[in-house]
């Protein structure tokens, strides 16, 4: 996997203070909530019912964080590559089709002008496909294991992050019914209480009928128009065609290998049971204020113009012990020894964070 590829995948959850160790709400509900006017709580719980569930689907993500939208081409502030994958979820569109059934067995392929990239896991098995760059990554993890989605987001990845981060800080309100592709949810909003947060609520849109999340969106503070959102366009249930999660590497692809079914408990974050490798993130602070910090040397600023011309110097600022960009909704510190720190805080709370 590429060592930049974790910054997106880290971006995203973080804007509803991801991977955050809080406990989900405890009362589960036993009766279907279709039909009657649920809790908050009732919602919340049907979210587990969706574990196994078997669908396919088109999820659309929308950004608009404030930045401008990224430059490409030849050029002395072009940003390509690992740079662009990087900083791309902060500004671009992307369109995705779903395809899962059940836990284990998930595909994930997303759609740009004259490439794709997919991710698709069966079992233990975990294919990653960048069809501009012709590379493929086979990982394998340990049995039970999340799969990595190297940068990918769906409703339910970003509203179980959300559920996890419900603490006394947050304000839950009472489901209102929405229709999202065709299905009737409840939608609640979850708005935090503390300052020092850049978010001003998170909305979630849960299918009456199954539990799944169908959309996700994320309001800045002080903003009414969505600031991320991620929802399902179209939505069908039953279990995709068995072909979907088989993968094989087109021929003159470079195929690189992993195997990581060996990794004990010991060697997993503590976000799940993903194993390390060294250039995952950790985590600090608590509920909103969730800071991830990627190690040194896992994003490469020469791709992003380390210089007075370059792309960096255009979208940061020099800040103290580096340079900082804050959106509306999520702030990226770019720290002189090379450390990255990334969450929905100002940029002074990363600065903290980093010392």
Not at 7 to 13: D, E, K, M, N, T
Not at 258 to 269: F, N, P, W
Not at 303 to 310: E, H, T, Y
Request: glycine share 10%.
């Amino acid at each position: 996997m590429k060592k930049s590829a974790w910054l997106p995948a880290v971006i995203a959850p973080v804007v509803v203070a991801g991977a955050v160790a809080a406990p989900m709400i405890a009362n589960a509900a036993n009766d279907p909530i279709a039909g009657t006017h649920p809790s908050a709580a009732d919602v919340i719980a049907s979210i587990a019912k969706s574990s196994d569930a078997r669908y396919s689907g088109k999820v659309a993500q929308t950004s608009d964080l404030g930045l401008p939208e990224l430059p490409t081409g030849s050029g002395g502030s072009s940003l390509e590559g690992d740079a662009s994958d990087a900083l791309g979820l902060l500004t671009a569109s992307h369109t995705a089709r779903v395809y899962v059934d059940g836990a284990d067995k998930q595909r994930v392929q997303v759609i740009q002008q004259l490439a794709e990239q997919d991710v698709v896991r069966n079992g233990q098995d975990v294919w990653t496909w960048d069809s501009k760059a012709r590379t493929a990554t086979h990982v394998t993890l340990p049995a039970d294991a999340t799969a990595p989605t190297d940068g990918t987001t769906t409703p339910a990845d970003l509203a179980k992050r959300a559920v996890e981060a419900i603490t006394p800080t947050t304000t839950v309100s009472v489901p209102t019914r929405v229709r999202v592709a065709g299905h009737d949810a409840w939608q609640i909003a979850l708005t935090p209480k503390g300052a020092d947060t850049l978010v001003g609520s998170v909305r979630l849109a849960v299918d009456q009928q199954t539990g799944l999340p169908l959309r996700v969106t994320i309001a800045a503070k002080g903003q009414h128009d969505p600031a991320v959102q991620v929802g399902f366009t179209s939505l069908d249930y039953g279990a995709p065609a068995a072909r979907l999660f088989d993968f094989t590497p087109p021929a003159g692809a470079k195929v690189q290998t992993k195997d990581l079914s060996d990794a004990g408990s010991h060697d997993r974050t503590h976000t799940g049971s993903r194993a390390r490798t060294g250039a995952e993130p950790t985590f600090s602070g608590t509920g909103w204020q969730t800071v991830a910090e990627l190690p040194a040397g896992t994003v490469d600023r020469s791709a992003l113009g380390d210089d007075a011309s370059g792309l960096l110097s255009q979208l940061t600022k020099p800040v103290d012990g580096g340079r900082a960009v804050q959106t509306s909704l999520v702030s990226v510190y770019l720290a002189d020894d090379g450390r990255v720190l990334a969450g929905a805080v100002p940029v002074s709370v990363l600065v903290a964070a980093a010392k």
